[in-house]
C-alpha cells in the first residue's frame, strides 16, 4: 500500500525542504505552491496578492486528481501543502484511502520566532517557494492554523529526515 504524506505546517516550517528530501527517496513529490508559481508567477508582483486563492483553488484540484493517480498507480506520494485545517487534511487522508494509499500526517511545529527568523531570509527569494510573507500576515496564519491531534495518525518532525523515514518504514510496516 503506498505512503500518502500530507505535510501540515505553516509557511516557513519546512516542508519544502522534507518533500524535496522525501522525493530523492523515491516519494512523487506534489507542490501546490510550484504549479501555481509556473502558471500565474511571483505573488504580489505578478498578480495582485488578494486574487490568490482563486489561483490557488483550481490548482489544488489539479494536484489533487494527480495526488490520486500517483496512489492509484502504487507511488509514494508527498503532499507540499500546507494543509492548515483540519477539514482540508481529512479530504486529503480520505482521497489517499479511497485511492488505495495509507495516508500519514507529518507536521512540522515551529514557533513564531523561527519562522520570523526563515521568512526574513526567504522573503529575499524570488523563487516558487518564496512567498512574501509579513510578520502580521504569519500572525494571521498561526490564527488560522489547526495543530493535527493525535486521532490524525501524526507524525511529529523533530527536523532530522533520518528519523523521519524511520518513522514511514515503521508506519509501512504497521499497515502490512
Not at 502504487?74 to 485545517?85: A, I, M, Y
Not at 489547526?146 to 523515514?165: A, C, K, M, R, S
Request: proline residues 5%; hydrophobic residues 40%.
Amino acid at each position: 500500500m503506498p505512503l500518502a504524506v500530507l505535510l501540515a505546517g505553516l509557511t516557513g516550517s519546512g516542508k519544502t525542504t522534507v518533500a524535496q528530501a522525501l522525493a530523492g527517496h523515491g516519494f512523487t513529490r506534489l507542490s501546490v505552491d510550484e504549479e501555481v508559481h509556473r502558471l500565474h508567477g511571483r505573488y504580489g508582483v505578478d498578480y495582485p496578492e488578494h486574487t490568490y486563492f482563486e489561483r490557488e483553488r483550481p490548482v489544488v484540484e489539479t494536484v489533487r486528481h494527480r495526488f490520486v493517480s500517483e496512489i492509484e498507480a502504487g507511488n509514494d506520494v508527498v503532499l507540499d501543502h500546507g494543509l492548515w485545517r483540519r477539514t482540508e487534511r481529512d479530504a486529503w487522508r480520505q482521497a489517499a484511502r479511497e485511492a488505495g494509499g495509507h495516508p500519514l500526517v507529518v507536521y512540522l511545529p515551529t514557533d513564531r520566532t523561527e519562522l520570523l527568523r526563515r521568512l526574513t531570509q526567504r522573503n529575499q527569494r524570488e523563487d516558487a517557494n518564496a512567498l512574501m510573507v509579513t510578520p502580521e500576515a504569519l500572525d494571521d496564519f498561526f490564527a488560522r492554523f489547526d495543530p493535527p491531534e493525535e486521532d490524525e495518525e501524526v507524525i511529529i518532525h523533530n527536523g532530522d529526515i533520518h528519523v523521519l523515514l524511520a518513522a514511514l518504514a515503521a508506519a509501512r510496516s504497521r499497515q502490512s
